[in-house]
């Protein structure tokens, strides 16, 4: 129940830091839709846990061979692929309508399915079966949609052509993180770790690929890193939600890798289907509250 519940506290944090408005380096007033600097809060999220994981490791623990040879490569590619699909997840929810933007990512279980059978020849159970039919007709349905629907819900706006682009670079983008949700699970399984200490190791790797991916992205000016510390300082309400996008994605880290372990990969992505309901509840809610409210809309039409 904590794992979806808590996963859409991270997605609700994202939709309404994106409409937040601040003043940047160039003295406007904008909104901070800073979807790679959002994916280095997360990597920032996952090197804290390290820390805080380093600092229980006792003595003889960290001189322990044993934990010495974890497979730091494979959490390595595990993380790149996660970090990868993360990224482009992150950008892509700009051009999508949110409700639109969390059913594609679903597509995840899709993905954990078809390698769990193909790859790992491992039989679906009838429920999680279910879930992927289930899945596969969600995503055609509200893909065509989000294609034959206009954009004023969404955080910018696009035509058909370009809306049916990135609904494909959403798909394919799950494939990424399903791969590394199958990694995960094998390494966890095989070398016997805590979901903590596999959260803090990615969480390494996270850090350093996603600050090499922001300051590419600085240099290249696609996303000005100098403006987004400016528009930080320049709002509290933006400082604090990534704040707490730090805390909180930390945790629901730590209770995916409790599920990936306790049970398998593909089963984590069955329950995490359950973020897109809590997320949709709160959307709605929002949308009932400000609707017929020409100021409330203005200010919270995208995010209800």
């Known amino acids: 129940f904590l794992m979806p519940t808590i996963g859409a506290s991270v997605h609700i944090i994202q939709k309404f830091l994106f409409e937040c408005k601040s003043i940047g380096s160039d003295g406007l007033l904008k909104k901070f839709q800073k979807p790679f600097f959002f994916t280095w809060l997360g990597s920032l999220s996952l090197f804290m846990t390290y820390i805080a994981n380093f600092k229980t490791l006792t003595r003889g623990q960290f001189c322990n061979s044993s934990f010495l040879r974890k497979p730091f490569l494979q959490i390595a590619l595990a993380t790149f692929l996660n970090l990868s699909a993360g990224i482009l997840s992150n950008v892509t929810s700009l051009y999508l309508n949110y409700s ?14 078809i390698i769990n059978v193909y790859y790992l020849h491992r039989p679906l159970p009838k429920y999680q079966l279910y879930s992927v039919l289930l899945t596969i007709f969600a995503i055609i349905f509200v893909g065509l949609a989000a294609l034959f629907s206009n954009t004023k819900t969404t955080h910018r706006e696009a035509s058909s052509f370009v809306i049916g682009i990135i609904i494909v670079i959403r798909i394919l983008s799950k494939s990424l993180q399903a791969i590394s949700m199958i990694i995960e699970e094998k390494v966890m399984s095989s070398y016997s770790m805590t979901p903590v200490e596999m959260t803090g190791l990615s969480g390494v790797w996270n850090i350093f690929f996603s600050s090499v991916v922001l300051i590419l992205v600085s240099l ?78 203005q200010k919270y039409g995208r995010t209800g």
């Open 100 to 113: 639109v933007s969390l059913m594609l990512r679903s597509s995840t279980l899709v993905f954990g399915a």
């Open 220 to 297: 290249f000016s696609y996303e000005n890193l100098n403006d987004t510390f400016v528009m930080l300082l320049n709002s509290k309400t933006v400082f604090w939600l990534s704040f707490l996008s730090v805390v909180v994605f930390g945790v629901w880290t730590v209770l995916s890798l409790n599920i990936t372990r306790k049970a398998s990969a593909v089963a984590r992505m069955v329950f995490d289907q359950l973020t897109i309901v809590f997320v949709w509840i709160v959307q709605l809610g929002i949308h009932w509250c400000v609707s017929g409210n020409p100021s409330l809309e």
